[in-house]
């Protein structure tokens, strides 16, 4: 199974700030790489499918980046709405496998 | 609109069968290059993804829990049932199913869980 690898585990900030979660793979994954947002008590969603690719409907203050092992979730101005955890997948080989998840709280 | 809801029990014993049921609106199962998936998540902690089934019936399975699950397909009542037998406590966990969408030809690597049911929680003890 490919291992996928976050950080930070958690991370603090505040409305406004710019906000990066890196996501590492334990073998090149070429850009097969999904993100999702999770808030508590309810389902993940799709935010960024294909490393980079914006699903139907996310703010555009949320992209992604990265190809091969090392991939980044940007956030450019952190809305109060954004705080929860967020999840990397990759999607390149079965079974597809998750992060351990990155908690962004408010400062 | 796809929509997905998961029903089963919220309770089961140790060494019990527990069979899910996600009942689906919105697609088809039918349809080419379509998939569902159920992923699991304990309390507090990651997702974990557990099986799926495509539109032709191909089948695909957690390795450390493949002897345990099985997952199937009623395209005519737009559900889809995951049992998973020999149950222990670590097995509880919140259990989702989700739309799986390719964003290519079948098979794409190029795919992801784009919409998911709200979950439901299972708890093992006796």
């Known amino acids: 199974d490919i291992q996928m690898t976050q950080s930070p585990s958690s991370l603090s900030a505040s409305v406004g700030d710019r906000v990066t979660i890196t996501c590492r793979a334990s073998?090149?994954?070429?850009?097969?790489l999904n993100w999702y947002q999770q808030k508590p008590g309810k389902a993940p969603k799709l935010l960024i499918y294909a490393a980079s690719s914006l699903q139907s409907g996310v703010p555009s203050r949320f992209s992604g980046s990265g190809s091969g092992t090392d991939f980044t979730l940007t956030i450019s101005s952190l809305q109060p709405e954004d705080f929860a955890t967020y999840y990397c997948?990759?999607?390149?080989?079965?079974?597809?496998?998750f992060g351990q998840g990155t908690r962004l709280e408010i400062k | 609109q796809i929509t997905l809801k998961e029903s089963g029990p919220t309770l089961v014993k140790p060494t019990q069968t527990l069979t899910l049921t996600c009942t689906f609106s919105g697609f088809s199962l039918s349809t080419s290059g379509v998939g569902v998936g159920w992923i699991r998540q304990p309390p507090g902690k990651a997702l974990e993804w557990l099986a799926l089934?495509?539109?032709?019936?191909?089948?695909r399975y957690s390795p450390s829990l493949k002897s345990r699950l099985t997952i199937t397909k009623d395209t005519s009542k737009n559900q889809v049932v995951l049992t998973m037998t020999n149950m222990d406590p670590v097995d509880t966990a919140t259990y989702y199913c989700?739309?799986?969408?390719?964003?290519?030809?079948?098979?794409?690597?190029?795919?992801?869980?784009?919409?998911w049911g709200q979950g439901t929680m299972v708890t093992v003890s006796s």
């Open positions: 989700a739309h799986r969408v390719d964003y290519g030809d079948y098979p794409s690597q190029r795919n992801a869980f784009d919409i």
């Open positions: 997948q990759q999607s390149y080989s079965t079974p597809p496998t």
């Open positions: 073998q090149s994954i070429s850009s097969y």
């Open positions: 089934i495509y539109w032709n019936d191909d089948k």
